[in-house]
Every structure is written in C-alpha cells, then in structure tokens.
C-alpha cells in the first residue's frame, strides 16, 4: 500500500531505523544544512527535526531519499532490498503507469492565505550552504506546469530561492521541461505562466519530479504506477493546475514573462558551488495553503550520494535502457552510478561486432547526461563499483579504449568545464571501453579473472558457502 504523505512514510522509516527525531532545537540558518550535509555524506537515516529556532510549531524533514534503504521503503519494499532489486522493481512499475483522481477536499487545504497575508519567511527555509545566495523553501518539492496547447502537466524540481514575502527566483534551464513550456510557449505569446509548487508531497511524487521523464510524460501518471494505486490531487485556489492532495504547504502563483532577479549561488548536485549569482525568472505567489503544523521537506544537494543523485540514477538508467532497446542495441544491465551524480554510467553488454562500445556511448548520451560512459563485458556487475574501476584498470586500453567527442551539449554546472563553456553550454562525451576485442583468441590472449567465483570448482565453492558462519563469520 502506498504512503499517502510524509506523515506515514516517517512512521514506515522509524520502524526500519531509517530516520531520527532530532529533539534539541536547531537553526535554520546553516545549522539545518549542516547536519543534513554530514548524513548524506555518512550514508546516516534521514533527520525530522522537532523544533527549529524562532519558528515554534515547525518542522523540518531533511533529505527524506538520500540512501537505498530509504528509496526501497518508499517503494514498498524492504529497507534491505539490494540496489540491483530496487532498479528492477521501479522498471516493472514505471510501464503500468495509473492516471491520479481528483478530490474536493485534502489536508493542504486547512489553512488558505491569500494577499497582503502571504509571508514566505511564515516557513523555516534554511540557509543550506554557507556561501548561498539565500534562504531556499525549494529544495525537495514538485513543481507543477501545465502546456497550455494541449493537456501536458508537467512535474518538476527547480530550486527556488526566497527573494520576498511573495517572490521567488529559481532556475529555468535549456535541460528542463519546464524551459520548453515557460520560455517556448507563455514568453512568446506575451503571458505569465502559471505554477503551483507542493512542498511535502508523498515520497514517490517529489522522487518523480525529481527524475528525468521526456516532454509530454505525465510525472502523476508514473507516480501513480510507483505508488501501485492513484495521486489524489485537488485543484489550485487561485488558477486551474492541479496539486497533490497531501501535500504539507502548497505555493500557487505566476512566473512573471518579464522579470528576472539576481539568484544564486547555490550548492548544487554536482558537488560544487557552481554557478554565478544570475539574473532568473521571479515566481509570484498569490496564494498559500498548508496544512496545520506544516512539515517543510528538506534536501542538500552536494557531494554525493543526496536525494536527487539517487532518484536520477534510478530513472535515468531506465531510460538509457530504453533507448538502447529501441536501437536493438544488446545489453546486460545499466548503472548510473550515483556518486557520479548523472555524470557516470556503466553499461553492460555481450560485444556481438566491433564497435559497440561507442555506439552503446553515442545512445545512452543522447540526453544531456551522462557524459562518461563504461562499457564492461556480461561478467562485470554493474552495480559493484569494485568490479567496475578493476575493469576500467585493466581491460581499458589507455589510447585504444578511450574515444573522446567534443562539441557537445553540456550543463552549465560541469565543474570540469571552462567558465565560457559554461556560458554557451558546450560539453563533451567521452566512451571507455572495457571490453575485450573480439580478434582476441579467448584461449591465448584473454586471460582468466581471478575471482571467488571463477577460480575454484562448483563443490568448493558450495561447501565454503555452506560452512561460511560455521567458520565463525558473520556475513
């Protein structure tokens, strides 16, 4: 059954020991980021802080799906479920997708603030970083837009900085689905554009707005299918979008078509401080609607592994698969490794004819991540990264086994790039092949992997397994 809202998905975490209560007061202003930071980067539960400095009431839900365990509750499934299994299960989900009903009446309606009454700074935003550009109330929320040529809703997550009692500014970049609708269709024809953000969403929701999903992909619809059972969602107060019913704070307003304000820095995904403080869109919040004792959803993004690094890794290797099967291109299974943020990802594969390893590269880049590929033979476990970096050691030629393409699309958070490319978005890809030549004779040139598994007979290796706590280990 799935979790209707945080409320019952922090419940779910308590019983596996996947969350702590942090009962001793604490400060929004970096204290917050400080402390959620420390648990990404430890692999720690997630954090409810119980009782945040000079806002009485308030709490705080820090980086809800920054570990596996946690992303395997969420789903449904046991908190030890192996990386391998979660990946497995999203993608037998994903396909069945289940459209959301609408209600007349939901928990983030029980307090409406409208007007002169809307005060952003009502919410315990943190300064997350030290060195941001300000407070952010987005850091893990669904934000919702709506094509207004045809019955698209788009879901997705844009950080947003406050900048006022009712405005914020937030990032619209080229890689976004949201640039498509702001900037390909309202800015044109002269409009605002209308949004509503959920903050607090069910964890599948905000884990789907966090992930990629091509234009004209419903993110309620794949929600739905994750949850195995419908998003309920309620209509906006103020415009005609459509929001999570249990959701715990609900912002609705427009994206002005002509005003942009200085936004940024920001902490961001790729681990770095990337990016100048810029001029961005101004989202204008009309109206404001909660629940009583909001809950604020809270991620850092950062060094990884954080929230958006492991749900990304998840969707985007489905749809790398995706691709490569509509080019009937043979594959084992695909990991995109999520301490490379979507930078890195590892494929798989039988190589059939030479050649492969650049052609499984050039499709799984065909989106604007990743731009490091590896391509392993079937005996390499995509998800141990031990296996992979002994390949890439060791079966990767350093001249031969490398092919580098520049003039690529790039993001302008690549630290690796230079402040210009940054600024015109030019990238670059890069495919290392860790497959053995097919010209090799198997029996003389490739020589056999020292492993468990491959160096010893079948009974010896029963027999290890079978007496393996009897020789007084544990696991």
């Known amino acids: 059954m799935a979790f209707k809202d945080n409320r019952e998905f922090i419940v779910a975490l308590e019983k596996t020991g996947d969350i702590v209560r942090v009962r001793r007061e604490v400060d929004w202003d970096l204290e917050v980021g400080a402390i959620i930071r420390r648990l990404n980067e430890t692999e720690g539960p997630a954090a409810f802080f119980q009782k945040i400095k000079n806002y009485p009431g308030h709490t705080i839900f820090g980086t809800p799906l920054a570990t596996f365990r946690r992303m395997a509750v969420a789903l449904g499934l046991p908190a030890d479920t192996p990386r391998a299994v979660i990946q497995q299960h999203y993608e037998s989900l994903i396909e069945q997708p289940i459209k959301p009903i609408i209600v007349r009446d939901a928990p983030c309606k029980e307090n409406i603030i409208k007007g002169k009454n ?23 929320h669904v934000v919702v837009g709506k094509d207004p040529d045809s019955e698209w809703v788009n879901w997705g997550m844009y950080r947003l900085q406050i900048l006022g009692r009712r405005a914020m500014g937030g990032v619209i970049g080229p890689w976004a689905n949201q640039f498509q609708l702001f900037y390909g269709k309202y800015v044109p024809r002269g409009q605002n554009m209308p949004f509503a953000i959920a903050i607090g969403a069910d964890p599948v929701s905000s884990f789907l707005a966090a992930s990629y999903l091509p234009p004209g992909a419903s993110e309620a619809d794949y929600a739905g299918g994750l949850r195995q059972e419908p998003v309920e969602l309620i209509k906006c107060e103020t415009n005609d979008l459509y929001v999570p019913a249990y959701a715990e704070i609900i912002l609705e307003g427009e994206i002005l078509k002509d005003v942009t304000v200085n936004e940024g820095p920001f902490g961001e995904y790729v681990g770095y401080r990337a990016g100048p403080r810029t001029a961005r869109p101004v989202y204008q919040v009309n109206c404001i609607t909660h629940r009583n004792n909001p809950i604020l959803t809270v991620s850092n993004m950062g060094l990884p592994i954080d929230d958006c690094a492991l749900g990304m890794s998840i969707s985007l290797a489905y749809q790398i698969k995706k691709r490569l099967r509509d080019f009937r291109i043979p594959f084992i299974d695909v990991n995109v490794v999520p301490e490379g943020i979507t930078f890195l990802a590892v494929v798989s594969t039988i190589p059939f004819y030479s050649g492969i390893a650049n052609q499984i590269a050039h499709i799984a880049s065909q989106t604007i991540e990743p731009h490091m590929v590896i391509v392993v033979n079937n005996d390499v476990d995509v998800f141990d990264i031990r296996q992979v970096l002994h390949a890439l050691a060791t079966k990767c ?79």
């Not at 809307?118 to 941001?132: K, N, Q, R, T």
């Not at 490319?421 to 030549?437: H, L, N, Q, S």
């Not at 020589?447 to 027999?463: A, G, T, V």
Request: net charge neutral.
């Open 118 to 140: 809307i005060d952003l700074y009502e919410f315990p935003a943190p300064m997350v970083h030290e060195g941001d550009g300000g407070r952010y109330i987005g850091t893990w």
């Open 397 to 475: 030629h350093p001249v031969r086994g490398i092919r580098a393409f520049e003039s690529e699309m790039g993001l302008p958070f690549c630290p690796y790039l230079k402040p210009e490319e940054r600024r015109i978005m030019k990238g670059a890809r890069v495919v290392f092949d860790c497959t053995w030549p097919l010209d090799w004779p198997k029996e003389t040139a490739i020589p056999p992997r020292s492993s468990f598994n491959e160096m010893y007979p079948q009974e010896i290796k029963d027999k290890v397994l079978a007496n393996w706590k009897k020789y007084g280990f544990k696991s």
